[in-house]
């Protein structure tokens, strides 16, 4: 049996949602990190295999918990990225920052990876119609993001900062492998 890997999740947009339940689908132990811990979706069963906690980027300790022991952090939030990059630095983590901050080049060494989308579009949309949504438009889709990310966070070889381009490129090739 393969080892479990660990996932930890900072963040309370929709983005940072789409990221632990494809991690929950791929059998990942997720821990999602976010004032207010467990969000509101009910119903929804990818919410119950992620383990919440309830914490801000200023609470340092709770940071250093989750992360312990972690395969790879994924950090979608505009402050605390200095104590988050410390912390994954310090557990051997590879950290995926997708924030709106500016992160300067000594900070992209190792298992760092810098996600630059450009615009998001986060609307709910129907499976069936989300490949259509996305030739109609240069806006990039959450789930696409999502899927990027998470593979971003698990691929060895995937370090650096990443453009529009290269997250499509890595989410349309994990729809593909679906």
């Known amino acids: 049996m393969l080892p479990v890997d660990k996932i930890v999740i900072f963040g309370t947009i929709r983005a940072a949602d789409e990221v632990a339940r494809l991690g929950v689908a791929r059998s990942l132990q997720v821990i999602g990190v976010r004032r207010g811990g467990?969000?509101?979706?009910?119903?929804e069963p990818w919410v119950e295999g992620v383990e919440w906690i309830d914490a801000g980027p200023g609470d340092v300790e709770a940071f250093g918990e989750a992360i312990a022991g972690a395969t790879a952090v994924v950090f979608m939030a505009d402050e605390g990225l200095p104590q988050t990059m410390q912390?994954?630095?310090e557990a051997g983590a590879k950290l995926?920052?997708?924030g709106r901050g500016d992160v300067?080049?000594?900070?992209?060494?190792g298992d760092v990876v810098v996600a630059r989308p450009?615009?998001?579009?986060?609307?709910?949309?129907?499976?069936?119609?989300?490949?259509h949504v996305a030739e109609q438009t240069d806006v990039m889709r959450v789930e696409r993001l999502a899927m990027a990310l998470l593979r971003a966070a698990l691929e060895d070889d995937v370090v650096?900062?990443?453009?529009?381009?290269?997250?499509m490129e890595l989410g349309d090739a994990v729809m593909l492998q679906s």
């Open 160 to 167: 650096g900062v990443l453009d529009r381009a290269a997250l």
């Open 87 to 89: 912390a994954a630095r």
């Open 38 to 43: 467990r969000p509101e979706r009910g119903g």
């Open 96 to 98: 995926v920052y997708a």
């Open 104 to 109: 300067g080049p000594e900070a992209v060494s």
């Open 118 to 131: 450009g615009p998001i579009d986060d609307a709910e949309v129907s499976p069936a119609e989300l490949e």
